[in-house]
Every structure is written in C-alpha cells, then in structure tokens.
C-alpha cells in the first residue's frame, strides 16, 4: 500500500474553518473532481493518512484529510505514537466535518455534489455522523471502526447511539471489517449488518478472513495484510466511484453482505498487533 514517490502527486497543507489544518493531495486530472475526506486513526495524521491522499488523487479523487485532534494540547509525539489518546466529541467532530465540506465545495476543483468520507479506526464514527446530519454526502466508508464493544451505547461525548445515527443516515453503507480484530467482533458485524437492514438502507459490508485491526496500514508491519489491503482498498473505490456516478438507485434498497470467518470462531483469542 506505499506509495512510491513516481506517483507525481504531492500533497500539501491547507487550512480552514477554525484552525483545521489537512492534508490535501489532487489529482493529475483537470476540471472538478469529485472529493473523498479521509480520516486518521488514534494516531492523528501520520505518514499513513499522508499515503492515503495520495492513493486518493491517483485514483481520480481530491483527498483531504483534516486533522481532527487540532484542539489536542497534549505532546504530539506520545499521540503519534499511540501512548496517550485523544477521545473526539460528536459536537466538535461534526463542526470540523462540516468545515471540511465546506471548503470543497468553495474549492474551484471539487464537484461539490460529489463528495465522500471514509472513517478509519477510532474515526470510523464520524462517516456515519456526518451523514445523519446532512444530505448532500454521496457515500461514507466505515473502515474496522464505530461498532466496537461499548461505542454501540451513547455517552456524555457521543450521545447518539450507533443504531439512530444509522437510521438517520442519507447516503450507501460500506462497511470493512476483520475477522482477527480484537476490537470489532464478528456479532459486531453481524449487529451493524441488522440496523442496516432495520433502517433499509443501501449498503456493503465484508468481513475478511484472517484480517487483524488495522490490517490497511502498510507502516504498521505487523498488522498489514497485503492482499486484503490490496482488495479492500479496490472496494473502496469502487464503491465511491458508484455513489459519484449515481449508480445506487435512491428508489430501490440494495444489501450486499459477504464474510468468511471459521465455525471455531473466538473473538476472546483475538490480540492486538502492532
């Protein structure tokens, strides 16, 4: 999943709303393009999310990746490196995804009717908040986040409930999830796949054999799995380039759910790799 510095694609800091630094990268195609939010894990904005922008310009999309921990205070270092942890508020989180939205929208090469979000790890959240608070999101990507244990009920940071902000939800689903991750269950999954289908809404969700939390990030050596990495990022665009090209029927209600997980399936055996 690295990308190689022949790409021609640089990406650059741009800043909005109050203070949102994000890292953007275009792609090499002219005229508006349709836009994709890519979000960071626990980590903030590392070289991974960098990557990530890239891998977006080069398949026909403006990435942006706001730094959502601009309000963090604490030592960047520690955070980057995972020893201290940055909890997001639904209030703030959406102020700043908003932010992000509008500034694509104002910008001269973005079509402002084609824009997604994808939400990695600890920010698989935001998609699903984004989306139930506005309805001009094309589609939302969850990557192996927002349906782990306790993230289900709501709390003083994030009041709402997984199950009504996926009722509330205006655009097509896609969820991604492992079968070896120690966070997200396979009866998470199965859960997430039933308020889709409750909440009749458009989705997809895989669930990958084998795959550990986190699996996508190819500077994590011991999490990164190649080949899923490879094809979930093609699902990815895919799915995106369907929703910019109107390809789900917003009269009809299409469900797609694939897994593969074994009949000695034991989410208690599942460890964190780094």
Not at 123 to 140: E, F, K, M, S, Y
Request: charged share 25%.
């Amino acid at each position: 999943m690295a990308v190689k510095k022949t790409t021609g694609i640089t990406p650059s800091t741009v800043r909005f709303g109050r203070g949102i630094n994000a890292v953007r990268a275009l792609p090499k195609a002219k005229g508006k393009r349709p836009a994709v939010i890519i979000l960071h894990e626990r980590y903030g904005v590392d070289q991974h999310t960098k990557d990530l922008t890239v891998k977006l310009a080069q398949a026909g999309f403006v990435g942006l990746a706001p730094d959502l921990f601009h309000r963090f205070k604490g030592d960047r270092k520690a955070l980057q490196k995972g020893q201290v942890r940055m909890d997001l508020r639904d209030d703030e989180a959406l102020e700043d995804l908003n932010a992000a939205v509008d500034y694509l929208k104002k910008s001269t090469n973005v079509d402002g009717a084609r824009i997604g979000i994808i939400g990695v790890c600890q920010t698989g959240r935001q998609p699903l908040l984004l989306a139930a608070n506005r309805n001009d999101i094309a589609g939302i990507v969850v990557l192996y986040g927002a349906i782990g244990g306790r993230e289900w009920d709501g709390n003083d940071l994030r009041p709402t409930p997984v199950e009504k902000l996926v009722a509330q939800v205006s655009c097509p689903v896609l969820g991604i999830f492992g079968e070896a991750d120690h966070i997200i269950s396979v009866d998470d999954v199965v859960r997430f796949r039933g308020c889709l289908e409750w909440a009749r809404k458009s989705y997809h969700v895989r669930l990958y054999r084998d795959a550990p939390h986190g699996w996508l990030n190819d500077t994590m050596p011991g999490r990164y799995r190649k080949e899923p990495a490879k094809d979930a990022w093609s699902l990815m665009m895919s799915f995106l380039k369907k929703c910019f090209a109107g390809g789900w029927d917003q009269q009809r209600i299409s469900s797609i759910f694939e897994s593969n997980y074994s009949t000695q399936y034991d989410f208690t055996k599942n460890v964190r790799l780094e």
